[in-house]
């Protein structure tokens, strides 16, 4: 393990590959469905990389803005087809005037920021009373409601992620501290994909650079993880049983309203 920051400019180009086109991810209309409610009309993304939920969102208004700390992933995101507002910036300091939208959201971002707390304290800034922010992605501190084969093969990722992520309930508890009126969390997406044997060398989940879980690795601990894998493998077919690779992962939505 070598830092618990994440380069993106390096593995922006190879980014997607987690969104293969025909996957209907539920957070994603976790998402349309809250700006349905919100009647939004002035939508940012914080930490939007290649801008596939902006995209997304782009059905239900014009003005949807990205913002984002990596210069390769906005320049990813500047090849979607939408026509996405994009800055560069940081999360702690929002380039946005106060009150500014009605929608605020993260999506798998939140642990990257270097102070969590400050990163809500503008959102609240920057939205407009009534406006709305949720915190999207997964909560490691959830004890025994995921099964992540990552965390059991690649040693050292899962107590990194306890130290990367915030717990859900300190995010509910920043919310509440700045401000934010009818807090709330709910599973948005369960993530549930079974790898039968070999197929799980398939999973493109599994490649050195699709999550910051595995890019922070160095090759040697990533390759480490692979040979584990791999012996797993050859002593399952030597003794003929079924192995199986489970992502078993509940993603969580964090809402607060701004009063
Ligand atoms: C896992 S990616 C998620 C991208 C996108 N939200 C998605 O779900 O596909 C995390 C993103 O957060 C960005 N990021 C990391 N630290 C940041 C910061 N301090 N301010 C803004 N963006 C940041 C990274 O550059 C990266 O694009």
Not at 124 to 149: N, T
Not at 200 to 209: C, E, G, T, W
Request: negative net charge.
């Amino acid at each position: 393990m070598t830092s618990l920051q994440l380069n993106y400019d390096q593995i922006a180009t190879e980014y997607n590959q987690r969104y293969p086109s025909a996957q209907q991810w539920e957070r994603g209309q976790a998402l349309l469905k809250l700006a349905g409610e919100q009647k939004a009309v002035s939508v940012l993304e914080v930490g939007s990389g290649t801008g596939y939920w902006l995209t997304l969102l782009s059905q239900t208004t014009p003005s949807v803005f990205g913002m984002d700390y990596s210069l390769g992933m906005l320049q990813q995101a500047q090849k979607q087809p939408a026509p996405l507002m994009l800055s560069r910036g940081t999360a702690v300091q929002l380039p946005y005037q106060n009150a500014s939208f009605d929608m605020l959201y993260c999506v798998d971002a939140i642990h990257h920021f270097v102070d969590h707390q400050a990163f809500i304290k503008e959102a609240h800034r920057v939205l407009k009373p009534g406006g709305v922010l949720a915190v999207i992605g997964h909560d490691p501190h959830e004890e025994g409601v995921s099964a992540w084969y990552i965390y059991t093969y690649f040693d050292g990722v899962y107590e990194t992620d306890k130290k990367r992520y915030p717990a859900g309930v300190a995010v509910m508890q920043w919310m509440n501290e700045q401000g934010f009126k009818n807090i709330s969390s709910e599973t948005v997406e369960r993530i549930l994909n079974i790898h039968d044997g070999r197929k799980v060398l398939d999973d493109p989940f599994l490649k050195h650079s699709a999550t910051s879980q595995l890019a922070l690795l160095s090759d040697e601990a990533y390759q480490a993880g692979m040979e584990k894998i791999h012996l797993a493998l050859e002593q399952a077919e030597a003794r003929e049983e079924a192995i199986q690779f489970r992502s078993e992962i509940p993603v969580k939505m964090f809402l607060g309203y701004k009063p």
